[in-house]
């Protein structure tokens, strides 16, 4: 069994930053891919950024890239996404999660198995 824990989460207004921690426990954690995902009230879940096991390798949705960074510290277990410039439509839950698979990175949610249990972005206009 794998446990997730988001933390960071806050309000910030527009143009700030603030960065999200997701820290594993449970079994293996530097052997999968791991991804950030988030979901707006009254819409889907949808991706943010994914990052491959050994963090040398990411993915990013177009409406963060260059403005959001993911990160990975294998040795602490935990996942990190470093998020500037923040906007008024990145306000949003942020859910960290595990990939199935041990190898590559995925946009989908089918493709993660694990979730934690989200942290609140707000950034105010």
């Known amino acids: 069994q794998v446990q997730l824990v988001e933390s960071g989460g806050g309000l910030v207004q527009a143009g700030g930053s603030l960065r999200l921690s997701c820290t594993a426990s449970g079994r293996t954690f530097s052997n999968y891919a791991m991804a950030w995902f988030r979901q707006a009230p009254g819409k889907e879940r949808r991706f943010v950024a994914a990052?491959?096991?050994?963090?040398?390798?990411?993915l990013y949705d177009d409406s963060v890239k260059g403005r959001f960074t993911i990160s990975r510290d294998n040795a602490k277990r935990t996942m990190y996404l470093q998020m500037n410039s923040l906007k008024p439509e990145d306000t949003a839950v942020y859910y960290c999660?595990?990939?199935?698979?041990?190898?590559?990175?995925?946009?989908?949610?089918?493709?993660?198995?694990?979730w934690g249990q989200g942290t609140q972005v707000t950034a105010s206009a």
């Open positions: 999660a595990r990939s199935k698979y041990t190898g590559g990175y995925y946009r989908s949610r089918n493709d993660y198995d694990y």
């Open positions: 990052i491959n096991w050994s963090g040398d390798s990411k």
